[in-house]
Nanobody, 123 residues
Framework: QVQLVESGGGLVQAGGSLRVSCAAS????????MGWFRQAPGNEREFVSG????????YYADSVKGRFTISRDNAKNTVYLQMNSLKLEDTAIYYC????????????????WGQGTQVTVSS
C-alpha cells in the first residue's frame, strides 16, 4: 500500500516555473514506476510524465517535452515535476500516481493516486 500526497501547486504567470512534489508513504516506494498526470475541466486525465523505479528512464508527453523534468529521490520517498516555460494550457489539477508494473501511459493502469494539486497559469 502506498499513500501519495502532492504539494507545490499554485498560480504562476505564463513563461514562469513551478515545481510540484509528491511524497509517498511506505517502505516500498522504490519499487514503483511513478507517473504524473493532469486533468483540466472537461478533459480526460492525461499522462504528463513518468519515471522508472531507479530514475534511469523517464518519459514525457509531447506537449511537455523539453519544458518539464521528472525526477525522484527514493531516500526521501518523493517524486518531483519541475515545470518550466509554463503555458496557459498547462492549467490543470496535477496528480501523481504509482504503478506496480512498468512504464504505461494509461491512467487506468495505475494502482495508487494522490489527491491532486492545482496548477494555474495566468496570462
Amino acid at each position: 500500500q502506498v499513500q501519495l500526497v502532492e504539494s507545490g501547486g499554485g498560480l504562476v504567470q505564463a513563461g514562469g516555473s513551478l515545481r510540484v512534489s509528491c511524497a509517498a508513504s511506505g517502505r516500498t516506494f522504490s519499487r514503483y514506476f511513478m507517473g504524473w498526470f493532469r486533468q483540466a475541466p472537461g478533459n480526460e486525465r492525461e499522462f504528463v510524465s513518468g519515471i522508472s523505479w531507479n530514475g534511469g528512464s523517464t518519459y514525457y508527453a509531447d506537449s511537455v517535452k523539453g519544458r518539464f523534468t521528472i525526477s525522484r529521490d527514493n531516500a526521501k520517498n518523493t517524486v518531483y515535476l519541475q515545470m518550466n516555460s509554463l503555458k496557459l494550457e498547462d492549467t490543470a489539477i496535477y496528480y501523481c500516481a504509482a504503478n506496480e508494473g512498468a512504464y504505461v501511459r494509461s491512467y487506468l493502469a495505475y494502482d495508487y493516486w494522490g489527491q491532486g494539486t492545482q496548477v494555474t497559469v495566468s496570462s
